[in-house]
């Protein structure tokens, strides 16, 4: 389902803002993922680690433990980002924010991506390589429960993230 990898270029994807003009790499990715017959693309970094999807920060989940590359890996900040990062400790789990290889993507038991238009969405492969057994893991599951249940009101915001508006 992922695939298509770009180097991308010191200083074109400025992490720190979200300005029209980082948003021309994604398209690239977007357009290149397509041409290859995948749905999406996974980018890396300048310096060859995984960085993020076209417009979605991703997680890796190894060994039980959950892996996302950080602030300096070229990623834009993704709200649902730091929902996950949130919800993920608050479970109990160990989030490590750090540079990874790509290979860490082939030996992965989970992965997911995050952001405003995939919210919590399950990678089922890359590279045409099963992720797992090929379907959503549990871990990615009992975050993704996490996630709705607190934005629709079904679990307690103890985050204070939800505004009422009458």
Known sequence: MVSSWRRMAPNTHAAMTKSGGNYVNSQ?????A?????VEGITL???????EGSGENVFVIYRGA???P???ASILLGVNRDYVITLARGMGY??????FPREMLYVADEIFFTGTAVEVSPIRSVDKIKIGNGSRGPIT????????GVISGEIPDQYGWMTAVK
């Open 28 to 32: 690239f990715v977007t357009m290149e």
């Open 34 to 38: 397509s041409d290859l017959g995948f």
């Open 45 to 51: 970094d300048v310096n060859g680690y995984v960085s």
């Open 66 to 68: 959950i892996y996302t």
């Open 70 to 72: 950080p602030v300096g």
């Open 94 to 99: 160990e989030v490590r924010e750090q540079t």
């Open 141 to 148: 599951k009992k975050i993704q429960d996490q996630f709705f």
